[in-house]
């Protein structure tokens, strides 16, 4: 582990544990200041519904992600969520940007800076929603716009294939298989389709490997540098 | 129902959510500056570094404004400081509404503007709380055994573990992918019009003189992703 991986852990912990007990502390002073306490035994059934919905998304996000973005990035993330729609797409644009694979130190670095600058603009884009609230209803409510607001992350999630996809054909044909299989035709929830599909990926890339069908290019380009 | 909106709209409420916010952006100024010059040691230049900016702001730009809906829808029902609270951390707004719906009905009153009451809003709050806040934890307790793990496969063969992380990529992007097409014909045509204009643009920034259409091809391709999806809806529907 890098110096810097070291660091980004000692902050993100520090930090990750330091916001979680101020965001919480928010019902906390709500229920002082108002003098009204929740009734535990009436949340309760609805927490733990989220809990089990949002653990298991948990569990497949720990195997995807920290290869790809390294653990600084992740944190954040954690902290200011909107995961898929905003700090992905935001991460993998910077190492396309810089001409950077995943996976590596320096897409390490260049992720914590995408997310920080995405985390910042979200929370100023929304305080700024909150301030424009009534001249912005009709706008970001008429019905001429809202099929490109319901699109939004299929157009991220188009435009991430676009740009990744390509790197291993191969793969990405078995992967996309995979899911299809999964999703459509099983019709399995999403975390698991997406656990299940890492592993099933990852086990006909090994094979393609072993068999020198993929990640010949890369050593070849290295031996030319 | 005056005296309900005026509460949980009191000012004290704001000025907290406020000042979390404020702390919340310190933390992200303090990864920003540390990712900043390590990428800098790394021989990321400050030109690059300043595309990566502008690039990430443009791409939060638009998912943003799905989230300031979501604010809006919750705003008449919860008030704003808690919305404002829930979307700018942590939650995803979808996550949110549903526990927020849960703890009302839970509490016998129906989420809406006319329905809500006092105590089914601190219901409220904490169900969202308790309930979309797991996966911090989580990540804080189990990210740095997991990041372990993964450094002892890179010292075993460095060149296997980058094709690893681009299997999960690979498999992330084409799982949301697939996700969303199944909802319908909208979705799928947004994808596969997105898919094709990115590869486009990659291939003509392949051309020195369009070298920048590299930098701006990912926020350019999800603009084109809208403008289809504005175009095609009315002939589909």
Known sequence: ?225 | MDDYISLVNSGILNLFVGVILLLVTIVCIIFLRKGWSQAKTLGVTQAELKKIVVNSVGISLVPSIPIVLSVMVMVPVLGVALPWLRTSVIGSANNELIAATMAAEATGVEFSANGMTMPAWINAAWAMTLGCSIALPIVLVVLKPVCRTYDTFRQKDSRWIGIFSLCALITVIAAFSVSNAIKGAMPTIVIVSCFVFSYICTLVAKNPKLKWMKDYSFPLTILFGLVVSLVVSPIIS
């Open chain 1, 1 to 225: 582990m890098s110096d810097f991986e070291k660091l980004m852990h000692r902050y993100g912990r520090i930090y990750g544990w330091a916001m979680l007990l101020a965001i919480s502390a928010f019902p906390v002073m709500a229920s002082i200041y108002f003098g009204i306490w929740p009734d535990l035994a009436v949340i309760w059934p609805g927490v733990l519904t989220m809990w089990i919905l949002m653990a298991s998304y948990v569990l497949s996000e720990m195997i995807a992600f920290p290869p790809i973005l390294g653990p600084g990035s992740l944190y954040l993330t954690y902290i200011t969520g909107n995961l898929q729609n905003q700090k992905i797409p935001c991460a993998l644009s910077a190492m396309s940007v810089a001409g950077i694979e995943t996976g590596t130190e320096k897409a390490n670095a260049v992720s914590v800076v995408a997310v920080a600058v995405s985390s910042i603009t979200t929370t100023i884009i929304i305080a700024l929603g909150i301030l424009l609230m009534t001249p912005l209803k009709p706008v970001l409510n008429s019905e001429f716009l809202a099929p490109a607001f319901n699109n939004v992350v299929p157009a991220i999630f188009g435009a991430l294939a676009g740009m990744w996809f390509l790197k291993e054909v191969k793969v990405s044909v078995a992967s996309i298989l995979i899911c299809i299989l999964g999703l459509l035709v099983l019709k399995i929830d999403m975390q698991w389709v997406l656990l299940g599909g890492i592993v099933l990926t990852v086990l006909v890339a090994r094979g393609m490997y072993q068999a020198g069908i993929i990640g010949k290019e890369k050593e070849t380009d290295k031996e030319k540098k």
